[in-house]
């Protein structure tokens, strides 16, 4: 272990991408410090990859709008599914804590699951998205955040999050 940290500590100081994950992180012995270095470095990948894009912004109400009650904050949760593994079973109680008086939640899957029917009749809206469509995720539903829940699939992983540069 203390290898792999010098390692990562070498690829920060050498201002390169960690061979670390953010979600990774966390099973390894690293400071706080190092943990959100990780995550800033993977960050500036994805605003990178979505700046060549030449993608136009995306404009959404402002936050008094949503804290007066005049619209609703659309969240969005995006999956590779939503099937049975760990990630799924740590966040499938989140979207339930949402207050959906203000809050709208909208489920997102990359690809069909077997268990999508049996988790349909507990999310409010579910769809099946390509990854080619990923970039315009938030247009047609007006999304605030879209928030990924399973980091299975890395192309997938990394265009959504590239999404979050432009919401």
Do not use: W
């Not at 069909?112 to 769809?127: D, H, R, T, W, Y």
């Not at 998205?129 to 992983?157: C, I």
């Amino acid at each position: 272990m203390k290898r792999l940290v010098a390692i990562v500590d070498d690829q920060l100081s050498k201002k390169r991408l960690p061979s670390v994950h953010p979600h990774h992180s966390m099973l390894y012995p690293l400071t706080h410090q190092t943990r959100i270095a990780i995550a800033a470095k993977h960050a500036q990948l994805c605003t990178e990859k979505v700046a060549m894009l030449n993608h136009p912004p995306f404009n959404y109400p402002d936050r008094l709008s949503v804290r007066n009650g005049v619209s609703r904050l659309r969240i969005g949760y995006v999956s590779s599914d939503f099937g049975n593994h760990p990630t799924s079973h740590l966040m499938q109680s989140i979207p339930g804590m949402h207050d959906r008086s203000r809050i709208e939640v909208s489920h997102l899957v990359l690809s069909l699951s077997l268990f999508l029917c049996i988790v349909s009749k507990f999310f409010s809206l579910i769809i099946c998205y390509f990854q080619r469509e990923l970039l315009n995720l938030g247009r047609p539903f007006e999304m605030k955040h879209t928030y990924l829940k399973s980091g299975r699939n890395a192309v997938s992983k990394h265009a959504v999050l590239s999404c979050e540069a432009f919401l």
